[in-house]
């Protein structure tokens, strides 16, 4: 509803200011990695995702998509069994021992992002030990701070809030956490036109209006 809303206040203001102003295009343009984005007025993105069967790998991919931002995947040095079973028991023992596994590799430039999407499946009802390690390698003061998840069916705001909670020098916008069948471009693009509405608070004077439109679903 909010974002028929926010498309409708957007032609509103085409219309009324058609007579002075160039004319926009009506479609949004396809956004490369690492172009910037006409989003949180062209500051550059990173999207920094952990994911262990790829349905975080794929919300991460959608966000890319629509923000033009950097895409980071967070990589453990030593790999999680492939097995679910397995794979179980040592994240959860990861996480009865406060673990921080390593990541195989770092952000470059990381001084240059000023928006940092950071997301995680819910791992034994939080979030993966590996993002903490991932939180405490990088300075995020100055940092704008977008929490995202997915998972099967519980504990998603337990996890969104961690991720807050492991960056407390950063700034926050609003969080989302997605079920790997309710991942598709327009629910994501609904919550950035929010997150952007909510920059713009945050960052008076600075806000641009995005292009708006349907986004195909990866
Ligand atoms: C070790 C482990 C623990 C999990 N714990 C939870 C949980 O507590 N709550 C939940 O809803 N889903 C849980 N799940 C399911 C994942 O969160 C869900 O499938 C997620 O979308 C997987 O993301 P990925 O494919 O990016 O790894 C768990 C999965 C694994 C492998």
Avoid at 11 to 34: I, K, R
Avoid at 132 to 154: M, N, R
Avoid at 179 to 187: D, K, Q, Y
Avoid at 203 to 214: C, F, K, R
Wanted: net charge negative.
């Amino acid at each position: 509803m909010k974002h028929y809303l926010l498309l409708l206040l957007t032609l509103l203001t085409f219309v009324s200011c058609s007579a002075n102003e160039p004319e926009l295009p009506e479609q949004p343009q396809p956004v490369q990695p690492g172009e910037g984005s006409d989003y949180f007025s062209g500051k550059k993105v990173l999207i920094a995702y952990f994911s262990w069967g790829g349905t975080t790998r794929r919300m991460a991919q959608q966000i890319q998509a629509i923000t033009g931002g950097d895409l980071f995947e967070i990589e453990p040095e030593n790999p999680y069994p492939t097995s679910y079973t397995p794979c179980t028991e040592v994240a959860l023992e990861e996480r009865d021992t406060n673990a921080r596994p390593a990541i195989k590799s770092s952000v470059a430039n990381w001084d240059e992002y000023d928006v940092v999407f950071l997301g995680g499946p819910v791992w034994w009802h939080t979030a993966p030990m590996i993002l903490h390690t991932f939180a405490e390698s990088y300075d995020f003061e100055g940092k704008t701070v977008v929490p995202f998840t997915t998972y099967a069916s519980t504990y998603r705001d337990e996890t969104l809030q961690a991720i807050v909670d492991m960056t407390p020098d950063a700034e926050h916008l609003e969080g989302l956490g997605l079920t790997s069948g309710s991942i598709n471009g327009n629910r994501i693009l609904t919550w950035i036109d929010l997150l952007n509405e909510q920059y713009g608070s945050l960052h008076p004077g600075e806000a641009t209006v995005p292009m708006d439109g349907v986004v195909d679903t990866i």
